[in-house]
């Protein structure tokens, strides 16, 4: 699986987007860009993903850049609640392993 | 709906002692994992599975034993604890990668710490 790379940390007023981008220059034609998040000690939590079309849902929308290097998760109304790690990972259509790197430690301000 | 159930969720070890930590799901996902998470870090794979009787190693293997006998069940075990096995486990499962919908869903996590 390709490698990502994100910024250890970002800021974010409450009620403000927050986009938090992903490189993945490596990424190859079947790998898949997913998005996790882990609120204090719980366990992760799946938020989106996507091949090469921008996906959106209830939580968040991803926006993926067309040579597909880059990708940025956006969360367009942050709250409190969404103060958390959030992870980039980059997996192919086959792969079974699911590997985690550092993430970005988003805090959400008042 | 339970989901991903992790048991026990704290446990104190003393070294050299064995333990077995026991992952259940109940959505009938083909892939289980287990993680590691240690202060401040990211979550390491350990083990993984693809199925019913099929294990195999992730990045940090080593001290660890795995057991896939049953589709709901994943078992993590440690057969001699060691300080340096103190974390937080996480199990996950997911449907395989040819399925629709192919999140992978995590249990609430296992404090073990090893004196």
């Known amino acids: 699986d390709a490698k990502t790379t994100q910024p250890p940390s970002m800021d974010c007023a409450e009620g403000r987007a927050a986009n938090l981008p992903c490189n993945h220059s490596?990424?190859?034609?079947?790998?898949?860009v997913y998005w996790y998040r882990q609120i204090h000690s719980q366990g992760p939590q799946y938020i989106i993903h996507g091949l090469k079309n921008n996906e959106t849902n209830e939580m968040a929308s991803l926006i993926i850049t067309e040579d597909r290097k880059s990708s940025t998760l956006i969360l367009p109304h942050a709250t409190l609640r969404d103060t958390a790690v959030y992870y980039c990972i980059v997996r192919s259509g086959t792969a079974s392993k699911l590997t985690f790197g550092t993430g970005t430690r988003l805090q959400v301000t008042l | 709906n339970a989901g991903v159930t992790q048991t026990p969720k704290f446990r104190v070890l003393k070294t050299g002692q064995s333990m077995t930590l026991l992952c259940a799901q109940d959505m009938n996902h083909e892939y289980m994992y287990w993680y590691r998470q240690d202060p401040g870090m990211g979550l390491r794979l350990i083990h993984y599975s693809v199925g019913e009787g099929t294990t195999a190693k992730g990045e940090v293997p080593d001290g660890y034993n795995v057991s896939r006998l049953k589709k709901q069940n994943f078992l993590l075990g440690l057969e001699s604890a060691a300080p340096s096995q103190t974390s937080v486990y996480f199990c996950?499962?997911?449907?395989?990668?040819?399925?629709?919908?192919?999140?992978?869903?995590f249990g609430q996590g296992t404090r073990l710490t090893v004196v």
């Open positions: 996950a499962s997911s449907y395989s990668q040819g399925a629709v919908n192919t999140e992978a869903f």
């Open positions: 490596t990424i190859s034609g079947n790998e898949y």
